[in-house]
């Protein structure tokens, strides 16, 4: 062999190792930027019927990855997704296998959607407990098939129970549909009722554990009470016969209040007309009552300090500057301020004519000046001195009941 041979073959040999270096380079770049913009997910399932690789896998129906292998591993099968990283994924995600259709290729679903918290992170693993398949058609006919069978004459209806139970049935309700058609209207009236006073609904639930809260928290003195109440009842029941015996009794006088009242209507109806009239009277005269109520309290001061205990009398003292008058004047003026009802019409009528005299165009002499003459003036002259001042030059007070 040659040199030349030699170079050829290690020439072809370098080429060689650069074309296969190439190729896996290219795998790896392509394996790399193919699952660059994606994140690897497992999922162990008890059964993929219907799943294949490239199939979709969705978030709330809108696809976010797809299917990459199925693979079995013993009573579990193992499904590889590649799921978008864009798209957010809860770390305590469910997945559910969902089929479309009876003879569609199912889907992987993940439930439920990210809101907040940890995420799902690249090869992250769903146990078989966070799994679900759809029921198989043969299991459901399977099913049926137990059902009808526990159902038939080997099993439920060996000696005709259900069919008793559905021939009771039957003839309980024969006759009966109207009524069991009201009966389902008025029940969704009265759900349609309810939905539409679901906030009152609502408010009443709500108050009512406002309530029970209150209660909860106020629990000592629920319980107090709860203990007085029931010490109160035990009082009435230990005096049952005496509350027994007073409601008798009150029964009785009642009945009697009943009788009297009966037989003495009349009399009863002519005492309430006449009470009426005297409270019409106090209605009329209210502002004379109210006088009367201030002036009594004084009056009675009054009364207490004229009393002489040691005379036993009431000590008084005349306005003697009422004998400044004569006492026609005198008598006059007091029938004045009487009542006109009280004064009997000819003395008012002689006041009237006796005007002049009143007035003072006739001078009478007055009753000071009367006794001034009859007592040879031992009386100062007149005027006399006006009421409050004594004849000493010391003034009065109403201290005291002695003047």
């Known amino acids: 062999m040659t040199v030349a041979s030699r170079a050829g073959r290690n020439v072809f040999r370098a080429v060689a190792v650069a074309c296969v270096l190439a190729l896996v380079a290219a795998g790896v770049m392509w394996w790399a930027f193919q699952h660059a913009d994606s ?8 059964a993929a019927v219907g799943v294949y690789p490239g199939g979709d896998v969705k978030m709330l129906g809108v696809s976010v990855g797809r299917i990459d292998t199925v ?28 089929a479309p259709s009876v003879v569609s290729d199912r889907y ?5 959607t990210y809101t907040s918290g940890p995420q799902l992170t690249d090869g992250a693993v769903i146990p078989r407990e966070r799994t679900a398949t759809p029921v198989e058609l043969d299991e459901l006919y399977k099913s049926l098939n137990q ?24 003839a309980n ?19 349609g009722t309810l939905a539409d006073s679901r906030e009152d609904l609502f408010a009443t639930v709500d108050n009512l554990q406002k309530f029970t809260t209150m209660l909860a928290q106020n629990d000592n003195q629920v319980r107090q009470f709860n203990q007085q109440l029931a010490d109160t009842s035990g009082f009435l029941a230990g005096e049952k016969d005496d509350l027994g015996a007073a409601l008798h009794d009150l029964a009785v006088a009642l009945a009697q209040v009943q009788a009297f009242i009966k037989d003495n209507r009349a009399a009863l109806k002519g005492d309430v007309d006449k009470l009426a009239s005297i409270t019409q009277v106090l209605v009329d005269q209210r ?18 300090n004229a009393y002489n205990a040691a005379s036993g009398t009431l000590d008084t ?39 002049p005299v009143l007035s003072g165009a006739v001078p009478l002499p007055s009753s000071s000046q009367a006794i001034s003459a009859l007592q040879q003036g031992k009386l100062p002259p007149l005027p006399l001195p006006v009421v409050g001042t004594l004849l000493s030059g ?3 007070t109403a201290q005291g009941g002695h003047r």
């Open 108 to 112: 992987v679903q993940l439930t439920p």
């Open 317 to 355: 003292r005349a306005d003697i500057n009422e004998l400044t008058q004569p006492p026609l004047v005198t008598v006059c003026k007091l029938l004045q301020q009487a009542q006109p009802k009280q004064v009997p019409a000819f003395l008012s009528t002689a006041c009237g004519q006796l005007a």
């Open 147 to 170: 059902l009808t069978t526990a159902l038939g004459p080997n099993g439920a209806n060996k000696n005709g129970a259900l069919s008793n139970l559905l021939n009771t049935a039957a």
């Open 71 to 98: 693979q079995p591993q013993g009573t579990t099968v193992r499904v590889d997704m590649s799921v978008d990283r864009s798209v957010k994924v809860p770390a305590d995600a469910k997945a559910v296998v969902v």
């Open 39 to 46: 994140k690897r997910i497992s999922a162990y399932f008890t």
């Open 287 to 304: 502002n004379s009552l109210a006088e009367i109520l201030d002036v009594a309290p004084t009056a009675l001061g009054n009364l207490q």
């Open 173 to 191: 309700l024969n006759g009966n549909g109207q009524a069991l058609n009201n009966v389902i209207n008025q029940l969704g009236q009265a759900t």
């Open 394 to 396: 010391q003034s009065t």
